[in-house]
């Protein structure tokens, strides 16, 4: 089977959660047991009460395209009573056996080898596998034989490690070296790691859920940092929405030539170019915050479509600066440099390949990448702007807390615009139609004045943000107005 994952930075827990149908499934439906060999190598084998007699992982083709994940998997075997036979490959992860009675039971073995590393990944290691200090961490589709009739069925997973090894999953344990994910796509779509003396912190998320983070030694400065911003910005993320969003989380963090990362069903895996100096961390705690902010906008408020990327995206960039200027992780300065970035971003996508809706930007998001979080968090800023003074303090947090009371179903175009609509008295179909059509930057900047903040603006690409607000504590600083400050 073929899969296709994206970066952290494109897209984040993309997968929607799913029922299956549990009829036939008992409690040994399918066993795995993972056994370490040597270094590098592993045994698994699966056990399965009924097959279907076909096995997949979800196999990633490697950035030069002479090979895939599934080239670590080898020597597949079929255990019977009188031996084992070799299990025929079918290629693009797909192996089958022969002369098999559908709904017998069925016994495979096969090796795993360490070695994806030797590949480089488009999307990056943290979707395959990697090691790290002694230990290794594997994401389950690239490595678990899935025999898809029984992907309802909650598989066990057995590890056999060395005596001061450990396991850290992110799925319900039945021992310290035993897990039971509910389903076979759980299993799939997380990554576990496993080792001597694993480095893990736990954290609170708010008050509705714990974090394990499973970090490289040489970034625990890092993860100690993640983990205090994740407390402080979930509950600033609740108080806006009014609700939690459901956060029990595994999350491992590794070093690598360059920042990114994968999201999974209940894990994401970050990496980092090492070494992390001080001053990246405006960077990767902005990532941080934006990509645990999608555990609300993405994830708890759905897309039906491709359509509303623009407010998934730009709202979800626009709320994570506000929240990072209120936890002080932003000095005013940077503060007022990032909403250059916004306003910067939008008008370079209009002035190269604009203007274009944000809809139809959305459908191809990895093309209008500037449009689509630019644009996105523009309309947040007029929005939350203009709500302010209309309406009054909060007005725009009130517009979110509505669209998340609402997310029992998920959202498309039109019923999400209802929705901001209803608490903007039809400002943001208003302010939609003006970005959609291309704002032109002075007209822009009239426009911002009376709420503080004054654009300067030269070229498209080059302009300044002053904030002119008032009441901030600090004197002798810049105040950004009001509506940029989180209560
Ligand atoms: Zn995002």
Not at 164 to 173: L, T, V, Y
Not at 330 to 355: C, H, Q, V, W
Request: aromatic fraction near 12%; hydrophobic fraction near 40%; include cysteine.
């Amino acid at each position: 089977m073929k899969y296709a994952c994206a970066g952290i930075a494109a897209s984040l827990f993309i997968a929607t959660p799913q029922t299956y149908a549990q009829d036939s499934c008992t409690d040994d439906a399918a066993q795995y047991t993972v056994r370490y060999v040597e270094e590098g190598v592993f045994e698994i084998t699966a056990r399965f009460r009924q097959s279907s007699g076909v096995f997949e992982v979800f196999d990633v083709e490697n950035a030069n395209r002479d090979g895939s994940s599934s080239d670590f998997i080898t020597n597949v075997m079929h255990v019977k009573p009188g031996g084992t036979e070799p299990v025929a490959y079918l290629g693009e992860g797909t192996w089958r056996l022969d002369a098999h009675t559908p709904s017998a039971p069925a016994t495979i073995r096969y090796t795993l080898e360490a070695r994806h590393e030797t590949y480089a990944w488009r999307n990056g290691k943290e979707e395959i596998a990697y090691r790290f200090d002694d230990a290794y961490y594997f994401v389950g589709a690239r490595i678990f034989l899935l025999d898809l009739d029984l992907i309802g069925c909650a598989p066990e997973i057995s590890f056999v490690l060395p005596a001061n090894w450990e396991a850290a999953a992110p799925w319900p344990s039945t021992s310290p070296s035993s897990f039971r994910p509910a389903n076979g796509e759980l299993m799939m779509s997380n990554g576990f790691a496993i080792g001597p003396t694993l480095q893990t912190l736990d954290a609170t998320f708010g008050d509705s859920g714990k974090v394990k983070f499973v970090y490289e030694k040489s970034l625990a400065p890092v993860a100690r940092q993640a983990a205090a911003d994740m407390d402080r910005i979930v509950k600033r993320y609740t108080k806006i929405f009014n609700g939690s969003a459901n956060g029990d989380f595994m999350i491992f963090m590794t070093t690598d030539q360059g920042n990114d990362g994968g999201a999974f069903r209940n894990s994401f895996a970050q990496r980092f170019k090492a070494p992390v100096r001080d001053s990246d961390g405006i960077i990767w705690r902005t990532t941080f915050a934006h990509e645990t902010l999608h555990l609300w906008m993405g994830h708890t408020i759905r897309p039906s479509d491709g359509d509303i990327e623009w407010f998934k995206e730009g709202f979800t960039d626009y709320i994570t600066s506000k929240t990072m200027f209120a936890e002080g992780v932003y000095s005013t300065a940077d503060y007022s440099k990032k909403i250059e970035n916004i306003i910067g971003r939008y008008m370079i996508g209009l002035a190269f390949g604009g203007p274009k809706s944000l809809v139809e930007a959305s459908n191809n998001k990895s093309a209008n990448r500037l449009t689509v979080y630019g644009g996105g968090a523009l309309m947040a800023l007029l929005l939350d702007a203009e709500m302010t003074t209309d309406i009054g303090d909060g007005a725009f947090e009130r517009m979110l807390a509505d669209v998340f009371a609402g997310s029992a179903e998920p959202y498309p175009q039109a019923r999400l615009m209802a929705a901001l609509d209803r608490n903007s008295n039809g400002r943001a179909s208003a302010i939609l139609a003006e970005i959609d059509a291309g704002l032109d930057p002075f007209a822009l900047a009239d426009r911002l004045d009376p709420h503080g903040l004054e654009l300067s603006v030269f070229t498209p690409e080059e302009m300044y943000v002053t904030f002119t607000g008032t009441g901030c504590k600090a004197r002798k600083q810049p105040c950004p107005p009001a509506f940029l400050r989180l209560p």
